[in-house]
């Protein structure tokens, strides 16, 4: 997050920066934090981080594929979803795949 940035400009810029894709009409899916949200950093810093995880439906521009924080960009239907999720990410990804009542308070 930038200095002055609301959580939606910060979702939004990160998006395109990470996947070349322009989203709008950000809706909030939900608010992830406590146990499941612990990382150690490649430096040794350890943290518990706050998630602050938006949904949309519609995007604009091309998938680009040489990100420097991921390895590939693809788009998985709810049932087609790999065994390998990232555990960071995962209860997340799995809330969405089941289709939970939102904005979800973890």
Request: aromatic letters at 12%; a negative charge.
């Amino acid at each position: 997050m930038e200095l002055g940035e609301t959580f939606e400009q910060t979702a939004k810029r990160e998006t395109f920066e990470e996947t070349g894709l322009l989203v709008d009409e950000l809706q909030l899916f939900g608010l992830y934090s406590g146990e499941s949200c612990f990382a150690t950093y490649p430096n040794g810093d350890q943290v518990y981080s706050v998630q602050i995880i938006f949904h949309a439906d519609t995007f604009s521009g091309e998938l680009k594929q040489d990100g420097e924080e991921s390895k590939e960009h693809r788009f998985f239907g709810r049932n087609e979803l790999p065994a390998n999720l990232n555990p960071r990410q995962q209860a997340f990804i799995q809330d969405w795949a089941h289709e939970k009542k939102r904005p979800i308070m973890g």
